[in-house]
């Protein structure tokens, strides 16, 4: 399994502002996600991010409101940009790795995620 | 796209009750199947997973879950639940050639000593 770690854990921010969440993972991987969880409400995929490329959003999503950074194959950050309070969620990394050797699929491992609450 | 559904949102038991977690799922092809969970203040851990071959399997903390392909489900069970089971689980799908989870709306258990 891989460790993930996200800073902030949580933030206080007032709309209009934005933050950038940090993710930093202990081996390398080729995909990492992003996913949001609206109090009361289960997870969404905001978008995928491969190193070396763009991000790929889901339908909903959109690079200037939630840019994406992928510098090498340990680390990724999410902006949320022009903060609203309804970007209050918690947001988490995730990463894929294969669970081992002839494994016919991927696992995802969760970071702890980050609290956000813009006022 | 696919879509799970979970059929409860929130379950109250007592300790040494059976617990019974239903999961279904909509995609017709072949489909990755997980459960998560997530105790108070912690982080979503993988309790669980089916990729292919025995359709009981068996996860952590004495949890199992039994893919039904012709119901389409995943139910989660534990024959004897404690208080630390005290948790909000979550039923997540993919399809066997993609990687995309998609994730049911989560089952808060509440475990009453």
């Known amino acids: 399994s891989a460790v993930i770690s996200q800073k902030p854990s949580r933030d206080i921010c007032q709309r209009g502002t934005s933050l950038t969440i940090q993710c930093q993972v202990d081996s390398q991987v080729t995909m990492m996600f992003w996913y949001r969880q609206q109090p009361g409400q289960s997870l969404t995929l905001i978008a995928t991010a491969n190193q070396g490329s763009e991000a790929t959003y889901e339908s909903g999503f959109v690079i200037d409101k939630f840019p994406i950074s992928r510098p090498n194959l340990t680390f990724s950050t999410l902006t949320v940009s022009n903060m609203s309070p309804e970007d209050s969620s918690i947001y988490l990394c995730?990463?894929?790795?294969?669970?081992?050797?002839?494994?016919?699929?991927?696992?995802?491992?969760f970071g702890p995620g980050t609290r956000l609450t813009v006022t | 796209a696919q879509s799970v559904s979970q059929h409860n949102h929130h379950v109250i038991l007592s300790e040494a009750a059976s617990l019974e977690l239903g999961c279904n799922y909509s995609y017709g092809g072949t489909v990755n199947l997980f459960w998560y969970v997530q105790y108070p203040g912690q982080h979503l851990q993988l309790l669980l997973k089916y990729f292919s071959g025995d359709p009981l399997v068996k996860g952590i903390k004495g949890f199992e879950a039994e893919f039904i392909k012709s119901k389409f489900s995943f139910n989660l069970r534990k024959p004897s639940v404690q208080w630390s089971d005290t948790a909000e689980y979550f039923c997540?799908?993919?399809?066997?050639?993609?990687?995309?989870?998609?994730f049911g709306a989560g089952t808060t258990v509440t475990v009453r000593a």
């Open positions: 997540a799908v993919t399809p066997s050639n993609d990687y995309k989870l998609s």
């Open positions: 995730s990463v894929e790795a294969r669970p081992g050797q002839g494994a016919s699929g991927y696992e995802q491992y």
